[in-house]
């Protein structure tokens, strides 16, 4: 069976605040929960005027904290900005505070322009190049097998679940070498997902934490009881897409606007239809119909679903339509066995 998560870019909706961004996240993620979704993500993005989960670790925080059954974690953290060290502590009193429910992301991106960049590292010395060993450093320390020398206190023997996260084929070699679960972006960059995908499934050695591969992808839901008022929800996001290509640094998300994508040039809405590609609108029928399509041709095992949408309450409801696809999609496509699904990486 499919099993389907969220990933929560914490908008800060125009004219709102942070405040009400964090409340509401902590609100979505509790629907979550009772809607059967299996994990709740943020990401890590700096100098965002629309995302605000740049403290990625105090928001997993927030949000754990009000939730009881969900794992919750990042969809990731942007490991060339931090110490190994620093996200061993992070997540180790994560793991800590919530045994059992911590996820953590890994990608390699910088989640942010050099400027920022410049400003989080305050040194550019560091690499994506060194992301594998990042990544083997970080191991080690929740291993606590003293191949660093250092002890993470909090960190050392925490289990919080690993996964390497990509655009390109990059992550999903780098995730088949070390046995670790993959995550795909392709709900904003879907060119290279069915390429990834087989070369994750092809090249993946079995590791001590996972079996087998074990594949999840992006996709965007904006699901309403009709599909005309799905289609309004959706405009939100356009314009959120094509404000970012505009000035690099996004705005609040703004309400819908009737007609909005028919308004656009045409290389905005080409740039939309690619970057939206792995994308859902419609009431109920639609979006199921999307989501079957999309879990039968990349054969995933979780689905990530994104929907950034204005109204708190509609964006609720969006997820609670996706939900019972999914639950349906599962019904009519029984797992063909019982084995074990990902496993806390020790």
């Known amino acids: 069976m499919t099993a389907y998560s969220l990933l929560d870019l914490v908008p800060i909706l125009e004219g709102g605040t942070?405040?009400?961004?964090?409340?509401?996240?902590?609100?979505?993620?509790?629907?979550?929960?009772?809607e059967g979704f299996a994990r709740y993500w943020v990401a890590e993005h700096h100098g965002m005027a629309g995302i605000a989960s740049a403290a990625t670790a105090v928001v997993i925080a927030h949000v754990g904290a009000t939730t009881s059954t969900i794992r919750v974690g990042a969809g990731g953290i942007m490991l060339?900005?931090?110490?190994?060290?620093?996200?061993?502590?992070?997540?180790?009193?994560?793991d800590a505070l919530f045994p059992g429910r911590i996820?953590?992301?890994?990608?390699?991106?910088?989640?942010?322009?050099?400027k920022v960049a410049r400003a989080l590292r305050r040194?550019?010395?560091?690499?994506?190049?060194?992301?594998?060993?990042?990544?083997?450093?970080?191991?080690s320390y929740f291993a606590d097998d003293g191949q660093t020398g250092i002890r993470a206190v909090p960190g050392?023997?925490?289990?919080?679940?690993?996964?390497?996260?990509?655009s390109s084929l990059y992550g999903a070699q780098l995730a088949a070498a070390l046995g670790l679960?993959?995550?795909?972006?392709?709900?904003?960059?879907?060119?290279?997902?069915?390429?990834?995908l087989s070369v994750y499934r092809r090249n993946f050695k079995p590791s001590a934490v996972l079996a087998k591969p074990h594949a999840m992808a992006g996709f965007n839901v904006f699901a309403a009881d009709t599909d005309d008022?799905?289609?309004?929800?959706a405009t939100s996001m356009q314009q959120a897409f094509v404000a970012l290509r505009t000035t690099g640094t996004g705005v609040p998300l703004p309400p819908p606007v009737p007609g909005y994508r028919d308004s656009l040039p045409?290389?905005?809405?080409?740039?939309?239809?690619?970057?939206?590609?792995?994308?859902?609108?419609?009431?109920?029928?639609?979006?199921?119909?999307g989501l079957a399509r999309f879990v039968e041709r990349t054969g995933v095992d979780e689905v990530m679903l994104v929907s950034s949408i204005f109204d708190h309450d509609a964006r609720k409801r969006s997820l609670g339509i996706a939900a019972q696809a999914m639950r349906a999609i599962g019904a009519a496509h029984p797992p063909e066995s019982d084995a074990a699904a990902v496993t806390a990486n020790g």
């Not at 060339?80 to 994560?94: D, K, M, R, S, Y």
């Not at 050392?156 to 990509?166: N, V």
Request: hydrophobic share 45%; charged share 20%.
């Open 156 to 166: 050392g023997g925490a289990k919080p679940e690993l996964w390497i996260l990509g």
């Open 18 to 34: 942070a405040s009400q961004a964090f409340a509401n996240a902590a609100d979505l993620a509790r629907h979550a929960e009772t």
């Open 123 to 139: 040194t550019l010395d560091s690499s994506s190049d060194a992301f594998p060993q990042d990544v083997i450093e970080l191991q």
């Open 80 to 94: 060339p900005n931090h110490a190994p060290l620093v996200i061993a502590e992070q997540f180790g009193t994560l």
């Open 103 to 114: 996820d953590l992301g890994l990608g390699r991106a910088p989640g942010s322009d050099q």
């Open 229 to 233: 008022e799905a289609e309004l929800l």
């Open 181 to 196: 679960p993959y995550a795909f972006a392709s709900h904003f960059a879907p060119g290279a997902l069915d390429q990834a």
């Open 266 to 289: 045409p290389q905005a809405r080409a740039m939309l239809d690619h970057v939206l590609e792995c994308t859902a609108v419609g009431g109920p029928d639609r979006v199921h119909d």
